[in-house]
Each structure stands twice: as structure tokens, then as C-alpha cells.
């Protein structure tokens, strides 16, 4: 796994608790908890392909 990765995940988490934390405090709730889920969604895509990263390297390690 590449140290990017974390800096990526990190740099996604805390753009999104910033833009959460100002939505909130101007009464925009709603427009926060959909930062929030798109965030989440970003980082979930960003792992699954990592993860498919990892499968393809087994795949090719143990030639199946």
C-alpha cells in the first residue's frame, strides 16, 4: 500500500469535515449531510479499487 493513499483519504476527510462544519453552522443541515455521504462515497470508491488492485496482483502471483 502506498503512503499517497492515506494522504488522499486524509486530505478527502478533511475537506469534508470543513465544508460539514460550515454548512452546519449557516443552518444548511441538509446540504452537510450530503457532503458528507459524497465524501464517504469518494473514499469508498478510491478503496475498492485499490482493493481490485490487490485482487488482480494475487490473481497474477498465484496465475489463475
Known amino acids: 500500500m502506498d503512503v499517497d493513499l492515506i494522504f ?3 486530505a478527502i ?5 470543513v465544508l460539514n462544519l460550515l454548512l452546519s453552522r449557516s ?3 441538509d446540504q452537510a449531510l450530503m457532503v458528507s455521504l459524497a465524501g464517504l462515497v469518494v473514499v469508498l470508491m ?8 490487490l485482487f488482480e ?3 497474477e502471483l498465484f496465475d489463475f
Open 57 to 59: 496482483l494475487i490473481r
Open 13 to 17: 476527510g478533511i475537506v469534508v469535515a
Open 8 to 10: 488522499k483519504i486524509a
Open 27 to 29: 443552518g444548511r443541515d
Open 46 to 53: 478510491v478503496l475498492v479499487r485499490e482493493i481490485s488492485n
